[in-house]
Each structure stands twice: as structure tokens, then as C-alpha cells.
């Protein structure tokens, strides 16, 4: 089992920056890709993110060159930054883990961004 913690939420203006954080524990050995998705209201949840144990990144086309997605292996962290944020980025965002063939969820934070 893996157990995943997001923080860092919260509401910016248009233009402005947030970072987001999830922390897991628990079988963490066992984790590979780590990312994150976002579900905006009325809609599916969709790709952010992700990055591999070696740090190889993939990002949604909308949010290439405004995001950036890290990685502590040894604080088995996984970070979000957000930078020239949209009002269209408004949404729950979803930390993930892949391990042992079973993708596992943390709760969500929510990001608010006003025009």
C-alpha cells in the first residue's frame, strides 16, 4: 500500500505562482511514476504531469513552460510549480503513484486562480 499527502493549494490571482507537494509513505520502494492530474468541475480528469524514478518528465500541452514537475526520491516527494497561472487551471488537483501494477490517489488540493 501506498499512501499519498498533497499540500500547497489555494487560491492566486491570474499570472501568479503556487507550488504543490505529496508526500508518500508507506511501500514507497515499490513506487516508479509519480504525477499529477487535475479535474476541473463538470469535467474528466486529465494528465498535469508525470515524472519517473530517473526524473524523465511529461507534461500536458497546456501547461508546457508554465509547469514544472520534480522529484526527491529520497524524501519520496513529488513537487508541482506553477507558474503564469490561468484561470482555466482552476481544479482539483490529484497526486498519483504508480506501484506493483496499481495506480494509488491522494485526496486532492484545490487550486483557484481568479482573473
Known amino acids: 500500500q501506498v499512501q499519498l499527502v498533497e499540500s500547497g493549494g489555494g487560491l492566486v490571482q491570474a499570472g501568479g505562482s503556487l507550488r504543490l507537494s505529496c508526500a508518500a509513505s508507506?511501500?514507497?520502494?515499490?513506487?516508479?511514476?509519480m504525477g499529477w492530474y487535475r479535474q476541473a468541475p463538470g469535467k474528466q480528469r486529465e494528465l498535469v504531469a508525470t515524472?519517473?524514478?530517473?526524473?524523465?518528465?511529461n507534461y500536458a500541452d497546456s501547461v508546457k513552460g508554465r509547469f514544472t514537475i520534480s522529484r526527491d526520491n529520497a524524501k519520496n516527494t513529488v513537487y508541482l510549480q506553477m507558474n503564469s497561472l490561468k484561470p482555466e487551471d482552476t481544479a482539483v488537483y490529484y497526486c498519483a503513484a504508480d506501484a506493483v501494477n496499481r495506480r494509488y490517489w491522494g485526496q486532492g488540493t484545490q487550486v483557484t486562480v481568479s482573473s
Open positions: 508507506g511501500n514507497t520502494f515499490s513506487i516508479t511514476v
Open positions: 515524472i519517473t524514478s530517473r526524473s524523465r518528465a
